[in-house]
Nanobody, 126 residues
């Protein structure tokens, strides 16, 4: 089992940047594909980005590639989400998640993931 703790959320103006971090407990972080999802009030949880175990393959939600970048540091048991050119519609709670099944790829659906963090709020003001 793995515990995930997100950090780095906050309030930022339109056009600004934030970097989210997700620290994982345990010594098997490199055994998990990792993903970021977000959920705005009244909306379903939305896929943001995912990265496979080695970090060699990344996946992004529609329209997010080019503004968001997912990366991981297996030595630090951490996955990151760099968010640039933020827009008010990016406002949401952002969650990281771990998938213990996939190896070479990473899932884009919440049901693919086994463990979730508590979330971190990102608010983009206009």
């Amino acid at each position: 089992q793995v515990q995930l703790i997100e950090s780095g959320g906050g309030l930022v103006q339109t056009g600004g940047s934030l970097r989210l971090s997700c620290a994982a407990s345990g010594r098997t972080f490199s055994s998990y594909a990792m993903g970021w999802f977000r959920q705005a009030p009244g909306k379903e949880r939305e896929f943001v980005a995912a990265i496979n175990r080695s970090g060699g393959s990344t996946y992004y939600g529609d329209s997010l590639k080019g503004r968001f970048t997912i990366s991981r540091d297996n030595a630090k048991n951490t996955v990151y989400l760099q968010m640039n050119s933020l827009k008010p519609e990016d406002t949401a709670v952002y969650y990281c998640a771990a998938d213990k099944t996939r190896s070479a790829s990473a899932g884009v659906h919440p049901l693919s993931y086994d463990y979730w963090g508590q979330g971190t709020q990102v608010t983009v003001s206009s």
